[in-house]
C-alpha cells in the first residue's frame, strides 16, 4: 500500500535527519538537506564524522530506495519538510496544501491536454512541491522551470527534484527580477503575499503603488504574464481579498488589458490554517491572436476535501465546463 510506503520512507528520512541533527546541532531542515544528499548520492560526504557516517551506512542498507515510486518520494519528503518549518512564523516557508497542488494540477491537464510539448514555470517555487505535484499529473514531454531567493528552500527543492527524477532548471534569484528564459505554455505558481522592498525595481513595473511599497503578489502576476507565451494559461494561487485591496482597480485594469479570466475556484477555508489565509485559484490565459474570453467563466466553490461525495459532484461539474471550453 502506497500510505505504508509513504510512511515508511518519511521514518527512514525523520530517523537520519534526527541523527544528523543531533550529531552537528543545526536545524532539522539543514540536516534534512544532508539526509536527501546522502540518499541520492546512495553514501555519506567524505567530510562527515566517521562515527556518525558509519551509523547512517548501516541505515542505508536498510531501505531500497529505487524501489519507490516517484509520487512515495515526493510526499515523504513533503512530510519531513513539513516537520522541519513546524512553528515557523515566515509567510514564504508555508508550504502549499497537497489538495491545492492536486486541485492545480487538475486544471493543468485539463487546459493544456491538447499540447504535445509543454513548457512550464513556477517563479515562486518555495520547496517545489507545488510544481512536482503538477509535473505528475500531465502526460506530455515537459520542459520545466523553477525560481525561488530563499538558499534553503532551493536546496531543498532541487534535491526533492533529483530524488523524483524530475528535469527542472532552477534559478536562484528575486522572482521579480529578469530571466534568462524564453516564455512558457504555462505558469502555476501560489503567490506570497505582502510588499515589495525594492521601489527602484518595482517602478519597471505597471502595477507599481503610486505611492509607497507595491503588492509583490501584483507584481508577480504581471511578471508570469511576461514570460507567458501569447495564448498560454497561467494558474495562481491567490488571497481571498486579491480584487479588494486598494490597489485591486489597478490590477483588475491590468487583467483586461492583458488577459482572459479563465476561472475562478475558491479553496475550502479548512485546507488553510486559518480564515485570514484562506485562498482561491485564479485561471488566466493571455490574450493572443485567437483567444476570447469565455462566453461563461469556470466559477465553483470547492467543497471540504474530506467530503469525497461533494468532491465528486463539483469535479463532474467541473468536467462538463472543459468539454464545452473549446467549442
Same mark, same amino acid.
Given at each position: 500500500m502506497e500510505k505504508t510506503n509513504v510512511e515508511t520512507l518519511f521514518s527512514w528520512m525523520d530517523e537520519t535527519t534526527e541523527l544528523i541533527r543531533q550529531h552537528k546541532n543545526e536545524t532539522y531542515l539543514e540536516s534534512l538537506i544532508t539526509t536527501m544528499e546522502i540518499l541520492f548520492n546512495e553514501n555519506t560526504p567524505v567530510d562527515m564524522d566517521d562515527i556518525l557516517s558509519h551509523k547512517i551506512k548501516n541505515t542505508l542498507t536498510a531501505i531500497d530506495f529505487e524501489a519507490y515510486q516517484r509520487d512515495v518520494i515526493r510526499k515523504s519528503v513533503q +512530510?519531513?519538510? +513539513? %516537520? $522541519?518549518? %513546524? $512553528?515557523?512564523? =515566515?509567510? =514564504?516557508? +508555508?508550504m502549499t496544501p497537497e489538495t491545492v497542488g492536486l486541485i492545480v494540477g487538475y486544471l493543468s491537464d485539463k487546459l493544456t491536454k491538447d499540447k504535445e510539448t509543454l513548457r512550464v514555470f513556477d517563479p515562486v517555487s518555495g520547496t517545489g512541491n507545488l510544481l512536482t505535484t503538477v509535473l505528475g499529473q500531465l502526460k506530455q514531454e515537459v520542459t520545466a522551470f523553477a525560481s525561488e531567493v530563499d538558499q534553503t528552500l532551493i536546496q531543498l527543492s532541487v534535491l526533492s527534484a533529483n530524488l523524483q527524477k524530475q528535469q527542472i532548471e532552477f534559478f536562484h534569484q528575486d522572482s521579480l527580477s529578469p530571466f534568462l528564459m524564453d516564455p512558457v505554455d504555462l505558469i502555476v505558481a501560489d503567490l506570497p503575499v505582502g510588499y515589495y522592498p525594492d521601489d527602484i525595481r518595482a517602478n519597471d513595473f505597471e502595477l507599481k503603488a503610486d505611492s509607497g511599497h507595491s503588492y509583490s503578489h501584483h507584481l508577480l502576476i504581471e511578471q508570469s504574464m511576461k514570460y507567458t507565451k501569447e495564448a498560454g494559461y497561467l494558474i495562481l494561487v491567490i488571497p481571498e481579498f486579491l480584487f479588494d485591496s486598494d490597489q485591486s482597480e489597478k490590477l483588475y485594469s491590468y487583467l483586461q488589458k492583458y488577459a482572459h479570466i479563465v476561472g475562478i475556484i475558491r479553496l475550502p477555508e479548512t485546507a488553510f490554517r486559518s480564515e485570514k489565509n484562506a485562498k482561491s485559484v485564479l485561471v488566466l490565459q493571455k490574450k493572443g491572436k485567437n483567444t476570447s474570453t469565455p462566453n461563461q467563466p469556470l466559477l465553483a466553490q470547492m467543497p471540504s476535501f474530506k467530503n469525497p461525495n461533494a468532491m465528486a459532484d463539483i469535479l463532474g461539474k467541473m468536467n462538463s465546463w472543459f468539454d464545452t471550453y473549446r467549442k
Open positions: +512530510l519531513a519538510i +513539513l %516537520k $522541519g518549518m %513546524k $512553528g515557523s512564523t =515566515q509567510q =514564504q516557508h +508555508l
